[in-house]
């Protein structure tokens, strides 16, 4: 196997670690607005204790990233393509982050009755995710044009964020016994609108990657 080869095989199962990670990130995610919705507290648990797997992956990357960087010393775009990794592979440990803080505010909510049906919270998170689901393929593709098309997403989720976290609010005169319950419901309004920040990011790194140029796509 020629050298140019082996460093583009290298680079590739960089690739799919960073993408494996994100795929255990996004089903912590689904599975801890899950716990939420039915109140599994085990599942919760499970969720908060899982956390390590996806911290270990992020180490895993970062060490291979090091090695390539000693070892080929690659310029120009491979070198683009190893930072990306790097980045995007600490964006989606924040996403994890994010699943077990829903986790934990299912745990302080308990089996307390809900104020109201968690509906419009999933529907969010389901922005959400589908931004990450566009970021993590224009990094896969290194395509420009469908990482533009997430972070113009942003936008959405950010208003329906002001939306939902003004009505639990007013949630709160009519039941004061609930009002840790819904600042934790609204935590989590908040956490998914960090996923949907963390997505935009990855696109802004899939930018990076593929022009050499940084851009903001949350301005």
Known sequence: MSTRSNFDNQLNELKKLVL???KKSEIAI??????????????????INADNIIDD????????????????????????????ALKISSEVERIGDLAVNIAK???HIGQEKHVKEIIDIPNMMNLALEMLSEALSAFYTEDITLAQSCAEKDDIVDEMYGNLVHELMGYIPK?????????QLAYVCRY??????HSTNISENVIFLVTGNRYNLNA
């Open 30 to 47: 689904k599975d801890a607005m899950d716990a939420l919705i039915q109140q599994d507290l085990e599942k919760a648990k499970e969720i």
């Open 175 to 183: 039941n004061p016994n609930a009002t840790n319950q819904i600042t």
């Open 57 to 84: 992956l992020e180490q895993d990357i970062n060490n291979k990233a090091i090695i390539l960087i000693a070892k080929e010393s690659p310029v120009a775009t491979d070198l683009r393509r190893i930072i990306a």
């Open 192 to 197: 998914i609108e960090r996923i949907a920040d």
């Open 105 to 107: 505010s299912s745990l």
């Open 20 to 22: 494996d990670m994100a």
